[in-house]
């Protein structure tokens, strides 16, 4: 089955600065990409998410590219603000009622 | 977006009691809804996937006659952690989806402390 990996596990960056968090995935068969953040004890917010017949979506803040042939997608966040700290997940699905398989996360702290 | 309701959103129980969790669709039928299981500081893990009308699939290494899911129409998936004991404890939270992936919603999440 698919398996997605992600990295860092905890960033924390200055305030202003920028994020990036990676995310390996290894079934090519694997077409639907998207981002969540999530707060202590709260349901996953869906942020960004991108299909595989796409290398780049932005929206404001937050991009997100994907790389089919290394099956890689990474998440960018500029400009970082102190709201932005959470907990954000990587996701990968095959498309159709397939469910989302979730990378470890990543705890990004923003610092002030 | 569209609205998932997750009941209880808190339970504290003894240890060898039941605990019923409700995941229903607010403004959409839901044909699958996935439950998925959250310790501490960690990934959302996949328990199972239900489709209406069906028995639910149960991923490996998770008990089908510990976690009983049951998703008798398409607005409403029942988990029921039976004889549940300390290592249960967890977050447990549903989504739903009418569409594939790109349509799924979260519930809320259920927080299960088991004395």
């Known amino acids: 089955g698919e398996n997605v990996e992600q990295h860092p596990s905890t960033l924390s960056v200055q305030e202003g600065d920028s994020a990036v968090i990676k995310c390996t995935y290894s079934?090519?068969?694997?077409?639907?990409f998207p981002w969540y953040k999530q707060e202590l004890g709260k349901r996953p917010q869906l942020i960004i998410d991108?299909?595989?017949?796409?290398g780049e979506k932005k929206d404001q803040r937050i991009a997100v590219t994907l790389n089919k042939t290394a099956k890689h997608f990474s998440l960018h966040i500029t400009e970082t603000q102190p709201e932005d700290s959470a907990v954000y997940f990587c996701?990968?699905?095959?498309?159709?009622?397939?469910?989302?398989?979730f990378g470890k996360g990543t705890r990004l702290s923003v610092i002030a | 977006g569209a609205v998932v309701s997750q009941h209880p959103s808190r339970v504290i129980c003894k240890s060898g009691t039941s605990v019923k969790i409700e995941c229903r669709s607010l403004?959409?039928?839901?044909?699958?809804m996935f439950w998925y299981r959250q310790f501490p500081k960690q990934s959302l893990m996949l328990m199972a996937t239900?489709?209406?009308?069906?028995?639910?699939?149960?991923e490996q290494g998770v008990e089908k006659d510990k976690f009983l899911i049951n998703h008798a129409s398409l607005t409403l998936s029942t988990l029921t952690v039976t004889s549940a004991h300390p290592e249960d404890s967890s977050f447990y939270i549903c989504?739903?989806?009418?569409?594939?992936?790109?349509?799924?919603?979260f519930g809320s999440g259920t927080q299960l402390s088991v004395l």
């Open positions: 239900s489709n209406e009308g069906s028995k639910a699939t149960y």
């Open positions: 991108i299909r595989s017949n796409v």
């Open positions: 996701a990968a699905s095959m498309g159709g009622n397939t469910p989302l398989v």
């Open positions: 989504s739903a989806t009418s569409g594939g992936a790109e349509k799924l919603f």
């Open positions: 079934d090519s068969a694997s077409n639907y």
């Open positions: 403004d959409f039928q839901a044909t699958t």
